[in-house]
């Protein structure tokens, strides 16, 4: 071969390196950006991770998500501190904080609870705010108002940065048409157009839902629900609401309305309930009918009062919440035949007064169910139960925000 | 109404106090029970302050007695006053700005080593304890100054809840807050309560009143002139009894203008 054939083979050869080369390179930019992507979901999906968790996460080398990870902490997306994993120092990564922060709010029926997260599912800030029973929707909402733009404010960042607000209410949410479903359970707030008075002050999304549906959410992502894809979310308390989570998602029905079981009836012959239906659960088990049956020995007492009296041990208020319990483990073991979840968790003011509440409503669910069932269904009560439902609206804002795999398994 | 025998934690019985020529209390009758807050509501110059001032040792009632958990007691002073577990939280927060945050907690109480000797990391170790208590983030190393009045107020508290009293009198807790800063007062007023403390509350603002208190005591020119439960009664009651209406037939009246429109009809007959 002369010199100069050898040159021009060399010339070619180089050529199609090149071109290879340049394919690489675009696939290269291509799949950088999917790694990137992996690596954002899987901190949006299970909150702040090291960088090991996230290469076992994401199925990347370690070397990989270290490159990615510094690179995505240059452009402003990602922040890292240090944290300890089985003794050792390792680097926490979440998602910067410019990319928003999501806003869920509570309306309870005596307080409003409002709570900011990031995408790394932190909480940045927390606030309880007692109202009297029978607070109207006009000064509430100017309440919530003001308290979601000083939480903003104390957190030291601005209105622009909320990606969505959730707002949580105690009453069936038709969750296509986002409005209340089912009129007469919460009478004051029924003609009252809450998204659009939020949307007055706020660029962002306003979404509303049932306060059991949020619970669970946050049961799921960071409470006793994080292992389990299906369970049963029961929130007690004032009136019965549950959450149903399938494979993995909640299940909201075709209307918003699924896990209403505070309207199954239990008495053909019993109260009207708000609803407009007959002898609902509802109607069996709510504040004003556990405390009532109390008024001779104990005069007139809160639900709270109650609760905490059957924690020292008060006899006449244990009976009550025992009672209460049974009435609700029938309707539970019900549900559980028709759904089968791997799981109960109980949530709700009515869970808080422990093994009063659980010890026979375990009794009373496991009793309904199949006796030679090969395992016999988990119960667990929540171990957030003041918090829940505010954090969950929270963390469900930003996964609606986010475009994640959908809230709703619809 | 309650079957079990029952002693309330504090009672006042036949209270009058006069300056001068004025009944600035007369005749007020009131208990307390734990596990509850009574908030205490009614005009300017009715006699509110006083009150709060007479059960925490300012004042000495001219007749009637205190009963503090069923036995009778003169409270001469605040000390007397912090002994017998009653502490109180005022409007006018007196506080010394050339001070730290532990310091003004500390304040007339500092603790002292033998040979007093001020024993300043005692006191600091306490008041961080009980300012994390109050879930606030203050330090107790900040100087007084440059705290804004929410803040001021949690450190008003956090001295009151020094000696760990069971009874707390406050004086108009969340004027001038924020929101959240109300918000925090008010939980913490029902953190307290559930946790057995008394508390009397002069509140002007009727939708925090029904938030957090479970009686509510109406007084008008030195007279308690009714107490309701919360659940019981409603916001026009309490406002028509505050302005010295009387209820007649599910609607409130107010005596003048009754001889005013009769006397107009006298004029037309």
């Known amino acids: 071969?002369?010199?100069?054939?050898?040159?021009?083979?060399?010339?070619?050869?180089?050529?199609?390196?090149?071109?290879?080369?340049?394919?690489?390179?675009?696939?290269?930019?291509?799949?950088?950006?999917?790694?990137?992507?992996?690596?954002?979901?899987?901190i949006t999906k299970y909150g702040a991770m090291t960088q090991v968790e996230l290469a076992e996460a994401t199925g990347l080398s370690t070397a990989t998500v270290s490159i990615l990870?510094?690179?995505?902490?240059?452009?402003?997306?990602?922040?890292?501190?240090?944290?300890?994993?089985?003794?050792?120092?390792?680097?926490?990564?979440?998602?910067?904080?410019?990319?928003?922060?999501?806003?869920?709010?509570?309306?309870?029926?005596?307080?409003?609870?409002?709570?900011?997260?990031?995408?790394?599912?932190?909480?940045?800030?927390?606030?309880?705010?007692?109202?009297?029973?029978?607070?109207?929707?006009?000064?509430?909402?100017?309440?919530?108002?003001?308290l979601i733009h000083e939480t903003v404010e104390s957190i030291a960042a601005s209105i622009d940065e909320i990606v969505a607000v959730m707002i949580s209410l105690a009453t069936p949410i038709d969750w296509k048409h986002q409005q209340i479903g089912v009129r007469g359970i919460l009478r004051d707030w029924d003609d009252t157009d809450i998204i659009a008075y939020f949307k007055k002050s706020f660029q962002c999304p306003i979404f509303l839902d049932n306060d059991a549906n949020t619970a669970a959410i946050a049961e799921s992502k960071q409470g006793v629900g994080i292992d389990f894809p299906n369970f049963l979310y029961v929130q007690a308390g004032d009136g019965i609401g549950a959450s149903l989570f399938i494979n993995g998602a909640l299940y909201r029905g075709s209307m918003g309305l699924a896990g209403e079981i505070g309207h199954i009836q239990v008495d053909p012959f019993g109260d009207i309930c708000a609803c407009g239906n007959r002898g609902c659960l509802d109607t069996v088990v709510n504040e004003q009918r556990l405390t009532s049956v109390l008024s001779f020995t104990h005069g007139s007492i809160t639900l709270d009062d109650l609760i905490r009296k059957a924690q020292d041990g008060d006899p006449g208020c244990r009976r009550v919440i025992s009672d209460a319990a049974v009435r609700v483990g029938t309707v539970i073991a019900q549900t559980c035949i028709s759904m089968d979840p791997q799981c109960i968790i109980i949530g709700g003011d009515l869970s808080k007064s422990g093994d009063a509440f659980l010890e026979p409503l375990r009794q009373s669910i496991q009793r309904l169910l199949f006796p030679n069932a090969v395992a016999p269904i988990k119960i667990m009560s929540s171990t957030m139960p003041d918090t829940n439902v505010t954090l969950g609206a929270a963390l469900a804002a930003i996964e609606l925000a986010s475009n994640q795999p959908p809230v709703s398994a619809q | 109404m309650t079957v079990s025998a029952h002693t309330p934690l504090l009672e006042l019985n036949h209270i009058c106090?006069?300056?001068?020529?004025?009944?600035?209390?007369?005749?007020?009758?009131?208990?307390?029970?734990?596990?509850?807050?009574?908030?205490?509501?009614?005009?300017?110059?009715?006699?509110?302050?006083?009150?709060?001032?007479?059960?925490?040792?300012?004042?000495?009632p001219d007749t009637g007695s205190i009963c503090l958990r069923g036995e009778n007691v003169s409270i001469p002073?605040?000390?007397?006053?912090?002994?017998?577990?009653?502490?109180?939280?005022?409007?006018?927060?007196?506080?010394?700005?050339?001070?730290?945050?532990?310091a003004n907690i500390f304040l007339?109480?500092?603790k002292t080593s033998p040979f007093t000797i001020r024993n300043d990391s005692y006191m600091h170790v306490k008041a961080r304890e009980i300012l994390s208590r109050l879930t606030s983030p203050l330090s107790a190393f900040r100087s007084m100054e440059g705290l804004s009045t929410g803040e001021k107020q949690t450190v008003a508290i956090a001295r009151a809840m020094l000696n760990n009293p069971d009874i707390i009198l406050m004086d108009e807790p969340t004027a001038s807050l924020s929101v959240i800063q109300t918000a925090q007062v008010l939980s913490y007023i029902k953190e307290l309560r559930n946790q057995g403390k008394s508390i009397l509350l002069v509140c002007h603002n009727l939708p925090d009143v029904f938030a957090v208190a479970d009686r509510i005591a109406i007084m008008r020119h030195g007279k308690i002139v009714a107490i309701h439960h919360t659940q019981e009664t409603t916001y026009e009651q309490i406002i028509a009894e505050i302005a010295g209406a009387r209820q007649v037939n599910n609607e409130f009246i107010n005596t003048e203008s009754i001889s005013v429109s009769h006397k107009l009809i006298d004029r037309y007959n």
């Open chain 1, 1 to 42: 071969m002369t010199f100069r054939a050898f040159i021009s083979i060399l010339y070619i050869l180089m050529f199609i390196l090149k071109c290879m080369a340049n394919q690489i390179s675009g696939s290269q930019t291509s799949l950088r950006e999917a790694n990137m992507a992996m690596l954002f979901d899987a």
């Open chain 1, 69 to 146: 990870v510094r690179r995505l902490v240059d452009d402003g997306l990602f922040t890292t501190t240090d944290t300890i994993r089985s003794g050792r120092r390792a680097t926490l990564v979440s998602i910067a904080r410019k990319m928003g922060i999501g806003v869920g709010l509570h309306i309870g029926r005596n307080h409003l609870s409002i709570c900011i997260t990031d995408f790394s599912q932190k909480i940045l800030a927390y606030h309880d705010r007692p109202l009297p029973y029978g607070h109207k929707p006009d000064s509430t909402l100017i309440e919530a108002l003001r």
């Open chain 2, 77 to 102: 002073n605040i000390k007397a006053a912090s002994d017998y577990g009653i502490a109180a939280i005022f409007q006018d927060l007196s506080f010394c700005n050339n001070l730290d945050i532990a």
């Open chain 2, 17 to 60: 106090l006069s300056f001068d020529y004025i009944e600035t209390l007369s005749d007020i009758n009131l208990t307390m029970n734990e596990h509850e807050v009574v908030a205490l509501v009614g005009d300017n110059g009715a006699g509110k302050s006083t009150l709060l001032k007479t059960i925490v040792g300012v004042y000495t």
């Open chain 2, 108 to 110: 007339g109480q500092e």
